[in-house]
C-alpha cells in the first residue's frame, strides 16, 4: 500500500451526482488530491480473503451468543429482546452488508470492528470511487490497466435479487434532512431497483402504526420489507421497539445483526479465535479491569495478551464515529476522544494496533462484506489517531 499525491479532476461533478456532503464543515471530506495504491495479491490475499473469513468468524460468535443469555446480557441486549434476537438467528434470517474497520500496515490486516448493521460512506465507496477511476484512467492520470476493488454495487444488486421475488416491495428509511444518510439509503436502493425490487424512501420520523399494529409509510403504505438505516441498539429502547414483533414487517439488517455491529463482539472471538492473525487480544473492561490498572487479579486468557495490551484502546460496546474512545500507552492517555456522548456504555479493552502514516494522516480500511463475501473497499484517513465523523475519505485503485 502505498499513498501517491495525484491530480484531482477539473470537474468533481459532485453536485452534478448529488453528493453533497464532499465538504463539511469547512473541510473536505472527499479528497483526491491522493489515492491510496495496492497490488492485487495484496488485495485479494491480505484484504479481501481475510475480510471474508472474519465475517464467517462472526457468524460463529452469533451462534455461540444467541445460545447463552449471560452473553447475550454482556452485549447489551436487552432482556425482552432476547428472543427476538435469538429467534431471529434460529429462523435463518439472511444479512445483507456491513462494513470492517481494518488497520492495516502492509502485512496482517487487523480487525477494528466491525459496522454490520448502520454502515455507512456506501456511497462513497461504491459509486463516487468508481467514477473517480473511470475518469482518472480517461484522462490518462491513471494507466489503462488500473482497477478498483469494488464490485459493491453490484454485488448488492445480485444479493437482493436473491433474497427477494421480483418486483418486491421494500422500504428504505433514514432520519430525515441528513444528507450523508439519504445518499447510503438512496446508494441501497439504487441496487434494489437494479436487482428487480420497487423501493420506496421515508423519513424514519414519519414512519407510524396502521390500527392493524402494522407500520406504515407517509402515505400510509404498509411497510413489509424495511431498510433502516437506524440501529438496532437504539429500537430496542424506542418506543416503536415492542411493536417489532407484531407489526410482521421483515428487516434489514434482521435484528441478530445487533450482535455483530456491537462492539462487545471482539472479546467473544478473541476468546473463540485467540492468536488468529487478523485479530487484536480484545476483553470486556469488567473482567480485566485490575490486572490493567495492577497487574492482578490473573486470568489466563489475558495473562496470555498482557504484553499486546500495554498499549491498548477502550471502547464503549456501542459508539459512532469514535466517540468515548481512548488509547492508554504504558498506563497513561495516549489520545481520547473529545466527544463523550457513549460514556455511559459498557466497555471493552482491545489491543493498540498503531496506524501507519501517510503525509500526517492515518488511513482506516473499510472493507465491505455483502452477504457472506468481502467485495469492496473503501478509505478513511484522519490526522488523528482516533477516526472520526469529518474525516476524509480517500479513493484507492489497483496497478500491479
Not at 414512519?207 to 440501529?231: C, H, M, N, W
Amino acid at each position: 500500500m502505498e499513498k501517491i499525491s495525484l491530480p484531482p479532476r477539473a470537474d468533481q461533478r459532485e453536485a452534478e451526482t448529488g453528493f453533497t456532503f464532499a465538504e463539511m464543515h469547512g473541510e473536505p471530506y472527499w479528497d483526491e488530491t491522493s489515492a491510496y495504491r495496492f497490488t492485487l495479491e495484496e488485495i485479494e490475499t491480505r484484504i479481501e480473503d481475510p475480510a471474508t473469513e472474519l465475517h464467517a468468524m462472526c457468524r460463529e460468535a452469533v451462534d455461540r451468543i444467541t445460545a447463552s443469555d449471560e452473553l447475550m446480557e454482556r452485549m447489551g441486549i436487552p432482556p425482552g429482546f432476547h428472543d427476538m434476537v435469538a429467534q431471529s438467528w434460529r429462523n435463518g434470517e439472511p444479512e445483507l452488508y456491513g462494513r470492517m474497520d481494518l488497520a492495516y500496515d502492509g502485512t496482517d490486516a487487523k480487525l477494528l470492528e466491525y459496522n454490520a448493521d448502520t454502515p455507512t460512506s456506501l456511497y462513497e465507496a461504491a459509486s463516487f470511487q468508481w467514477q473517480w477511476l473511470e475518469d482518472q484512467i480517461a484522462a490518462g492520470v491513471l494507466p489503462e490497466g488500473a482497477d478498483q476493488f469494488n464490485r459493491i454495487h453490484e454485488a448488492l444488486a445480485e444479493r437482493f435479487a436473491e433474497l427477494f421475488a421480483p418486483n418486491t416491495d421494500l422500504h428504505f428509511a433514514a432520519a430525515g434532512g441528513n444528507a450523508e444518510d439519504y445518499a447510503t439509503v438512496e446508494a441501497m436502493a439504487w441496487a434494489a431497483r437494479e436487482g428487480g425490487m420497487g423501493a420506496h424512501y421515508t423519513d424514519l420520523e414519519k414512519i407510524g402504526l396502521t390500527e392493524e399494529g402494522q407500520f406504515s409509510d407517509a402515505e400510509d403504505r404498509v411497510i413489509g420489507t424495511l431498510f433502516k438505516l437506524y440501529p438496532w441498539e437504539d429500537i430496542f429502547h424506542d418506543e416503536f421497539g415492542a411493536a417489532i414483533g407484531p407489526s410482521g414487517c421483515r428487516f434489514i439488517e434482521p435484528p441478530w445483526k445487533a450482535l455483530v455491529s456491537n462492539k462487545a463482539i471482539l472479546p467473544v472471538l478473541w476468546e473463540m479465535f485467540e492468536g488468529h492473525p487478523n485479530l487484536l487480544p480484545a476483553f470486556f473492561l469488567d473482567d480485566v479491569g485490575g490486572a490493567l490498572r495492577d497487574g492482578s487479579p490473573s486470568v489466563p486468557l489475558f495473562d496470555r495478551a498482557r504484553d499486546a495490551l500495554k498499549s491498548h484502546v477502550v471502547k464503549p460496546i456501542f459508539s459512532r464515529e469514535g466517540s468515548s474512545i481512548d488509547i492508554i500507552e504504558n498506563g497513561r492517555p495516549l489520545e481520547v476522544a473529545t466527544d463523550r456522548g457513549y460514556d455511559n456504555q459498557p466497555k471493552i479493552v482491545q489491543a493498540y494496533a498503531p496506524l501507519p502514516v501517510f503525509d500526517g494522516f492515518r488511513p482506516v480500511l473499510g472493507a465491505w462484506v455483502v452477504g457472506p463475501t468481502c467485495v469492496g473497499l473503501g478509505i478513511r484517513e484522519d490526522r488523528a489517531r482516533i477516526t472520526q465523523d469529518l474525516s476524509r475519505f480517500k479513493p484507492h485503485f489497483i496497478e500491479g
